[in-house]
């Protein structure tokens, strides 16, 4: 396979600096990510044993894989790691189950659906984002408020019913996933060692709950699970996978989303004031907006996405090739791992000026287009992200009220340090100091 470098085109590492790349990667993935790009341009080639990847970072070659010629990739044995607790879910599933799965999810995220879940965002926010002045980890409130609305809008759950054992469980089957999918020599979940042993018990756990949700289904309010059920449309063991996927692909990367903008917007404060004047002139409290308002909220929703370039919750997902294939004039084997990150294609300074600096401004003169690679937060292509409308609607009614409640400003010497994981998260949290206006 190292015959591939041989094509002047291509570049990568081979012998130990083969290792070395991997050995950063596992020590600091952002910073190396960015080096790789500059070290050795668009197209990475990385013959790892077992686990051959390429890295493309050029729009139009992350186009090809994820919409043109998407039907030659599948997501790769590396989600494999998630199916113990996910199953065959939307996020896991290949091939026709995954394509009826898309299409009967897909009725659970349309806009009447978004409709009832924006009552229940103003509602829940309402409730739980009402702390008084003083220090806060961001990080922690909006985690635990990201699990208040999946608990809502999933399972129609009060979270209280279910969080500590959920959330925790998810933390910890997370961490150990991240483990896994860096990781080059891994135990099978059958094999008795302790770290599998408290798997095993987490995740019968989570089954038990989710078990029990579903033998009493919150009748009267709109919930994912519910709807479900009642449309028959799937057997119970595939509504336990979806809603346990829903839950673990929406929740932390809302709520790392959330922390990010609350950062940027301490650092940038004038923006805060923006954002708080633009509100007041819908002539709408927060708790009163509804989707038709956004239009109205443009700066808003700049701080979104420029947050969301610059600190993509998803910094990184692949793909892998089903047959041999053609990318951008390179001919690439089948079974290779194929690499697209948001995080470096993002800050390019071929397509964004100024790359690294957070400029919502930007956003205004730039409307988001649905087929543009050099921004994909959300992946592109037909297995983009079904949350993407609900975690968009979430963010601008959750900093809506934020803005109206408080004006805040980083701890003193706080810095906060990106990390990472399955995704982007601050490794020390987001200490803000909340003032109430
Ligand atoms: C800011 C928040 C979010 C970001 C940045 C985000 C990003 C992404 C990305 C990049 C993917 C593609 C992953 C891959 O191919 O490996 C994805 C897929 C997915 N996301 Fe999200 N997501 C967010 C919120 C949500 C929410 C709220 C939900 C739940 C409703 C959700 C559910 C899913 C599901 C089920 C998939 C798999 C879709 C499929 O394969 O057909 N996400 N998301």
Redesign the pocket.
Known sequence: MEAILENKQLQGATGIDLYRWGFRIKNNPLKTYVDMHETFGDMVWMPWPGKTCLFVYHPDLISYVLKENHVNYT?GGQYDELKPLLGEG??TSEGEL?RNE?RVMAKQ?HNPAIEDYTKIILDVTSRKLNMPSGEFDMAIVFNRLALDLAGQIFFGADVDQFSESISEGLTYEMEKVNERMRSALNFPLAFPTPENMKRRKILKNMDAVVASIMKNPSEGKTNVLSSLMKSGEIPDKQIRDEVL??LM??HE??SN?LTWITWYLSLYPSWQTEVREELKLTGKKASELTRKDFVNLPKLRAVIDET?RLM???PA??RMTMKPDVIGGIDVPANVTVVCQPWVTQRDGRWWKDPLAWTPERFIDRPVLRDDCTFF???RGP??????E??RTE?VLIIAKLVELYEWTLVPGFVPEPVHHLTLQSKNGMKILLKTV
């Not at 297995?383 to 993407?388: T, Y």
């Open positions: 997501k939307l996020l995954w898309r995220f996927t829903l692909a929406g990367t809302t989303l969301l993509p919750p998803v997902f692949a937060p959300f992946a297995r983009s992200c079904i949350g993407e609900l975690a963010t």
